[in-house]
């Protein structure tokens, strides 16, 4: 029988309640993780640990705001004393919303940076201490807005943006003691809050699924999928790269063009 992928690792994930990240950490658990979930909302964080448990998975919720440095650190040193070294870190929590910039409060640009940038660096920070070395596997959830202009989001491709950074520059820096660090950049992923804010509409949505070039919308597994391989030993050469799992979205520029219009 093969062994898991991720047989006996210990995954902490931000922003692991929902969507996506909750997505990914059902991925992490069929191959094998122990796992260790945060978000900001306790009866959140719990009801999505419960659902891991519920499904035969080894999880704990931990309540804990990515922009609070030291709600993080608690949160690593509790997963620790749980598990023991943590082998993989992924930063996906995020907020956004369809602003255009003449109407964007400097405090809404701000709360983006926080949750994303600030977010990301806090988690990936607070987790050196405790990551297995050589070994551990960081991921940052970013997003195509990073590299695309976009209308009425000046505020998310900014943070995403940094994040991209905050990604290679601690490749570069924490490469040498074996600790690999990532970003996957998901595209138009289905029932996702993502997408039911970028495209409100059905009409909305019809016409950014015309554009991708495989023709559909993705699903939470592709980007479970990638996130497993990364994690893996399979991807035990791979660092400091951004990764799209977007079906060919952003070579077609789409978001760039603003079916959003306010």
């Avoid at 309540?63 to 004393?81: G, I, L, S, Y």
């Avoid at 000046?154 to 943006?161: E, G, L, S």
């Avoid at 994040?163 to 601690?170: A, D, P, Q, S």
């Amino acid at each position: 029988m093969t062994q898991p992928l991720l047989d006996g690792k210990v995954a902490f994930i931000a922003g692991g309640s929902s969507g996506i990240n909750l997505g990914v950490a059902h991925g992490f658990a069929a191959a094998g993780a122990r796992l260790a979930l945060i978000s900001r909302s306790p009866e959140r964080i719990e009801g999505a640990a419960k659902e891991l448990c519920d499904a035969g998975f080894e999880a704990i919720g931990i309540a804990a705001d990515v922009r609070d440095f030291n709600a993080v650190d608690a949160a690593m040193q509790q997963t620790r004393d749980a598990y023991g070294e943590i082998d993989i870190v992924l930063s996906g929590a995020a907020g956004n919303f369809v602003a255009p910039a003449r109407e964007l409060s400097a405090n809404g640009f701000k709360t983006v940076i926080d949750i994303d940038l600030l977010g990301t660096f806090n988690v990936f920070r607070a987790s050196y201490p405790h990551l297995r070395k050589p070994g551990a596997s960081l991921i940052a959830i970013t997003a195509g807005l990073a590299i695309q202009p976009t209308k009425n989001q000046i505020h998310a491709c900014a943070a995403k943006a940094g994040v991209n950074m905050v990604t290679k520059c601690l490749a570069l820096e924490w490469g040498p003691e074996g600790i690999r660090v990532n970003g996957i950049s998901p595209g138009p992923i289905a029932d996702t809050e993502g997408m039911r804010r970028l495209t409100p509409t059905p009409e909305i949505a019809e016409a950014y699924r015309r554009t991708i070039p495989l023709g559909t919308y993705g699903e939470k597994r592709d980007i479970a999928d990638l996130a497993v391989y990364l994690s893996s030993d399979s991807g035990r050469y791979i660092t400091g790269v951004i990764i799209d799992c977007d079906g060919g979205a952003i070579l077609t520029n789409g978001f760039g063009s603003s079916f959003v219009e306010t």
